[in-house]
């Protein structure tokens, strides 16, 4: 499923998985955004697309054996749950590091463009 989301060139920077709502999800880091899919109840999977420009936050908040990853995107924040608390601190440090160099280019091409 991952490969037909993903755009011409687009590269994938972390996969991060856990739950929603008692359900299995995964969000997967790009180097142009952030794919939060969700699994449905029944089949299937919900899959939003966030690019990097709409995210405000990423946070892991610890829990005493497994951590929860939560994304600001300004309209809502996504949450995974259940997530392993090194796994989380890795996905979120990547996370944060794309948003500053995202945030970095964007001067940039304001001023060429």
């Not at 991952?2 to 996969?15: H, T």
């Not at 709502?21 to 180097?31: F, I």
């Not at 919900?46 to 005493?64: H, N, T």
Request: aromatic share 4%.
């Amino acid at each position: 499923m991952l490969p037909r989301l993903l755009a011409a060139g687009e590269q994938v920077v972390d996969v991060c998985h856990g739950l929603h709502e008692g359900r299995p999800a995964v969000v997967v880091l790009t180097d142009r955004r952030v794919l939060y899919l969700r699994r449905r109840r029944f089949w299937g999977a919900e899959v939003e697309s966030i690019p990097l420009s709409r995210i405000r936050s990423a946070e892991d908040q610890m829990g005493v054996r497994l951590a929860t990853v939560a994304i600001d995107a300004g309209t809502g924040v996504f949450e995974v749950a259940d997530v392993d608390r090194a796994l989380a601190q890795m996905f979120c440090a990547r996370l944060r590091a794309q948003l500053s160099a995202a945030s970095q280019e964007r001067p940039a091409a304001a001023v060429n463009g």
